[in-house]
């Protein structure tokens, strides 16, 4: 079983729908949680992180935890054609040590 | 603005050649990393350093090899033992310690000639 499993898409939305990116990991040892935007051609941008279940929001963006289902989501509100990129979850654990889910190709129709 | 600088964008290999990416930062982080990222899987860790002078094996070092004489370079070496190097590089760094989140550069596209 891989630690970390992530939907590659590709996801096809209409501008403004509501977005949901989901990630499912296995490892108990997962600590902090991110979510990283990348557009073609560039480097992981981060967007969310956060430590703890329950939500975080960011403007449009919101991450969820749920530590006992082992499960993670990014919602993105009122989506833009700008938010077609991939997303990439990503964990970290007690040592220090990053692990990254494949990455959900996203595009958002005008 | 702070950030990481990777270069060159792109790069070519000849057979039996060595080829090194260079990474910079001026974001003041300990930290360093390598990975690899290819089509359908998430990224893989080459090499990283905390500390200036020092640095481990990731998961997938054959091949590779990396230097750490400065806090804010990391350059990282393709050499003729890798066998596929045909993929997307991307360099790191974070503050070490667990709840610090990694900042990524733009990346070099590698390719075999």
């Known amino acids: 079983q891989k630690e970390v499993e992530q939907d590659p898409g590709p996801l096809s939305v209409p501008e403004g729908a509501i977005v949901s990116l989901n990630c499912t990991y296995s490892?108990?040892?997962?600590?902090?949680f991110m979510w990283y935007r990348q557009y073609s051609r560039k480097g992981p941008e981060l967007l969310m992180y956060?430590?703890?279940?329950g939500n975080k929001e960011d403007g449009r963006f919101t991450a969820q935890v749920d530590k006992s289902s082992k499960y993670i989501s990014l919602f993105i509100r009122d989506s833009q054609p700008s938010d077609s990129a991939t997303y990439l979850c990503a964990f970290q654990n007690n040592f220090n040590k990053f692990y990254f889910g494949s990455g959900t190709k996203l595009n958002v129709k005008p | 603005d702070g950030g990481i600088t990777q270069s060159p964008k792109y790069l070519f290999r000849k057979e039996g050649q060595n080829v090194t990416l260079s990474c910079e930062q001026n974001?003041?982080?300990?930290?360093m990393y390598w990975y690899r990222q290819d089509p359908g899987q998430g990224l893989r860790l080459i090499y990283y350093?905390?500390?200036?002078?020092?640095?481990q094996k990731g998961d997938i070092a054959e091949g590779y090899s990396v230097s750490r004489e400065k806090k804010e370079s990391f350059p990282l070496t393709v050499t003729s033992a890798q066998k596929n190097p045909t993929a997307f590089y991307l360099c790191?760094?974070?503050?070490?310690?667990?709840?610090?989140?990694?900042?990524f550069g733009d990346g070099t596209r590698l390719s075999i000639l």
């Open positions: 790191a760094s974070s503050i070490p310690g667990v709840n610090q989140p990694q900042h």
């Open positions: 490892n108990s040892a997962f600590q902090y």
């Open positions: 350093s905390q500390i200036v002078n020092d640095f």
């Open positions: 956060t430590y703890s279940s």
């Open positions: 974001l003041n982080h300990d930290a």
